[in-house]
């Protein structure tokens, strides 16, 4: 029984409120610098106070009255133009009105002008293996974060790289090429083989001797034997770095041009050091290229 005698002052008290709800209001809203601004205020319980502020925010007026009244402000006390704010103060609630002075529809706000996107954007990528081209796009008036944009790829463009010719073998020359956009289609892959000619190591022919003569022949030219033999020695490894080492260092520098190409169109280090590593090249190879890259 108590609580529902409390419920039912509550339901008076906030329906008193609302009866007795603070309203404010000028007789028009737009002024010229010699009038009179009629303000009423009505449904205040006591005494109430009344501000004028000017468009800068400054009192310019103040006025107090009891319960329900009407005050007023001359215009031409303050040379402001612009939007006025007029507001009550009442034991019970606030209350505000504007009115405008020397500005016409200074009340009316405008609307907010829309931010119309303009969007920059990258070119395609080339197509990635799930078979999509991206691409980045800013907006120059920042209404928008930035945004990637994807398509499917469209007709694919080869781009074939090869790795040096090996030694020629049986007469036959080979290479491996690898397309970069793995288009999946061989339509100008590059020969990857070549026909070549054997480069044979021509050695002195020492003219046969009489098998009495042998040791005569070798106790007295011996020194010429051991610079034969040095002479052989030292051809043999001529031709070892030649088409080892040489062809290495060919190899490298076909590599070093097709890596910087791949760093210019975004490639990265480790997508590059796996491409060498499924085409045979070892460890210390990849960094040597790499080196000679920086």
Same mark, same amino acid.
């Given at each position: %029984?108590?609580?529902?005698?409390?419920? *039912?002052?509550?339901?008076?008290? =906030?329906?008193? @409120?609302?009866?007795?709800?603070?309203?404010?209001?000028?007789?028009?809203?737009? *002024?010229?610098?010699?009038?009179?601004?009629?303000?009423?205020?009505?449904?205040?319980?006591?005494?109430?106070?009344?501000?004028?502020?000017?468009?800068?925010?400054?009192?310019?007026?103040?006025?107090?009255?009891?319960?329900?009244?009407?005050?007023?402000?001359?215009? !031409? @006390?303050?040379?402001?133009?612009?939007?006025?704010?007029?507001?009550?103060?009442? !034991?019970?609630?606030?209350?505000?009105?504007?009115?405008?002075?020397? #500005?016409?529809? +200074?009340?009316?706000?405008?609307?907010?002008?829309? +931010?119309?996107?303009?969007?920059?954007?990258?070119?395609?990528?080339?197509?990635?293996?799930?078979?999509?081209?991206?691409?980045?796009?800013?907006?120059?008036?920042?209404?928008?974060?930035?945004?990637?944009?994807?398509?499917?790829?469209?007709? +694919?463009?080869?781009?074939?790289?090869?790795?040096?010719?090996?030694?020629?073998?049986?007469?036959?020359?080979?290479?491996?090429? *690898? #397309?970069?956009?793995?288009?999946?289609?061989?339509?100008?892959?590059?020969?990857?083989?070549?026909?070549?000619?054997?480069?044979?190591?021509?050695?002195?022919?020492?003219?046969? $001797?009489?098998?009495?003569?042998?040791?005569? =022949?070798?106790?007295?030219?011996?020194?010429?034997?051991?610079?034969?033999?040095?002479?052989?020695?030292?051809?043999?490894?001529?031709?070892? *770095? =030649? =088409?080892?080492?040489?062809?290495?260092?060919? !190899?490298?520098?076909?590599?070093?041009?097709? %890596?910087?190409?791949?760093?210019?169109?975004?490639?990265?280090?480790?997508?590059?050091?796996?491409?060498?590593? $499924?085409?045979?090249?070892?460890?210390? #190879?990849?960094?040597?290229?790499?080196?000679?890259?920086?």
């Amino acid at each position: %029984m108590r609580s529902k005698t409390i419920l *039912y002052i509550v339901l008076l008290l =906030f329906s008193t @409120s609302l009866v007795s709800a603070v309203d404010l209001s000028t007789d028009k809203t737009d *002024y010229n610098s010699s009038e009179i601004v009629t303000a009423n205020i009505t449904g205040c319980v006591g005494t109430s106070i009344t501000k004028f502020l000017n468009p800068g925010g400054t009192l310019v007026d103040i006025k107090s009255g009891q319960s329900n009244w009407t005050t007023t402000y001359q215009t !031409s @006390s303050n040379p402001a133009s612009g939007k006025y704010t007029v507001s009550t103060s009442c !034991s019970n609630g606030l209350a505000e009105a504007n009115f405008c002075v020397n #500005d016409p529809g +200074c009340l009316v706000e405008e609307e907010e002008e829309e +931010c119309i996107p303009e969007w920059d954007c990258r070119e395609w990528s080339s197509c990635g293996i799930d078979q999509l081209e991206r691409r980045t796009c800013t907006d120059k008036k920042n209404c928008e974060i930035d945004k990637e944009e994807t398509k499917a790829c469209s007709a +694919c463009q080869e781009s074939w790289t090869c790795l040096s010719w090996s030694t020629c073998q049986n007469g036959i020359q080979t290479r491996t090429c *690898y #397309d970069q956009n793995n288009c999946g289609t061989a339509l100008d892959k590059p020969a990857g083989q070549q026909s070549c000619q054997e480069l044979v190591s021509e050695q002195p022919i020492t003219p046969a $001797k009489p098998a009495a003569e042998e040791e005569s =022949f070798f106790a007295k030219n011996k020194g010429l034997i051991i610079a034969v033999a040095l002479a052989v020695i030292l051809l043999v490894l001529g031709l070892l *770095y =030649f =088409f080892k080492w040489k062809g290495k260092e060919a !190899s490298f520098a076909e590599v070093k041009e097709w %890596m910087g190409s791949e760093r210019e169109k975004g490639t990265s280090d480790e997508d590059l050091r796996i491409a060498l590593q $499924k085409r045979g090249w070892e460890e210390k #190879d990849i960094k040597a290229a790499f080196k000679k890259l920086k």
